[in-house]
């Protein structure tokens, strides 16, 4: 397989530079070494934790649930 670009880490700015480089008519391969990491390190675990706050919001309502039965 050939490919125009090789980008490494389907964080925010490969995932950003492969759409760029694939709208312009270039093959693209991403290369990513966890496949829980889609989106990168800052959506998944650090600048947006997002996980933290359903997980949060999940055990406040199960709390709600369990006071009101």
């Given at each position: 397989?050939?490919?125009d670009?090789?980008?490494?880490?389907?964080?925010?700015?490969?995932?950003?530079?492969?759409?760029q480089?694939?709208?312009?008519?270039e093959?693209?391969?991403l290369?990513?070494?966890?496949?829980?990491?889609?989106?990168g390190t800052?959506?998944?675990?650090g600048?947006?934790?997002?996980k933290s706050?359903?997980?949060?919001?999940?055990?406040?309502?199960a709390?709600?649930?369990a006071a009101?039965?």
């Amino acid at each position: 397989m050939n490919y125009d670009a090789i980008i490494i880490g389907f964080g925010k700015g490969g995932k950003t530079l492969a759409g760029q480089l694939a709208s312009q008519g270039e093959s693209v391969a991403l290369v990513e070494q966890s496949n829980k990491m889609y989106g990168g390190t800052c959506i998944n675990v650090g600048c947006i934790p997002s996980k933290s706050l359903v997980h949060s919001a999940a055990a406040s309502a199960a709390k709600a649930d369990a006071a009101s039965a």
